[in-house]
Every structure is written in C-alpha cells, then in structure tokens.
C-alpha cells in the first residue's frame, strides 16, 4: 500500500521554481511507494503568484508549469 503525500503551496512553488527541494520532491511523485495528491487553491504564497479564488486557471497554470497538474486534488 502506497504512503499517501499530499503536497502543499509550498511544495507546488519549489517545483514550479526548479529549486533543490523541488527536485527531491519530484523524486518522491516518480517513485512508485508514494500516492501524491496537490493541495487545492488557498494559501496566502499563492496569492504572490496572482493565484485567487476566483482565478483558479492561473492555479490550474501554475500546476502545469511545476509538472503536476496530472495529480489528484485535495481540500486540506
């Protein structure tokens, strides 16, 4: 049974921004152990990115550019 991750805004923006944690983030999604799932719309770091509410494309964007927008969303 595969350990469940769910990854936060934090997270979405290291990989987005190609960082050193953001690789070893992307390890763990490649690796088969793990079931990820993305945390949906809502911290204040997005909002840095002119992600809102009411503006979920530019969410949906973002994801794309991190490489996860294939990943199943969460409510946390």
Known sequence: M???VTLDHNCILDLANRTPVGAKIETIIKDPR???FVVNI???EMRKKGVRP???DTFEELLESAGIA???RTIR
């Open 54 to 56: 009411d503006r979920f």
């Open 34 to 36: 793990y079931e990820c």
């Open 2 to 4: 595969p350990y469940k």
């Open 70 to 72: 294939h990943l199943p």
């Open 42 to 44: 809502g911290a204040s």
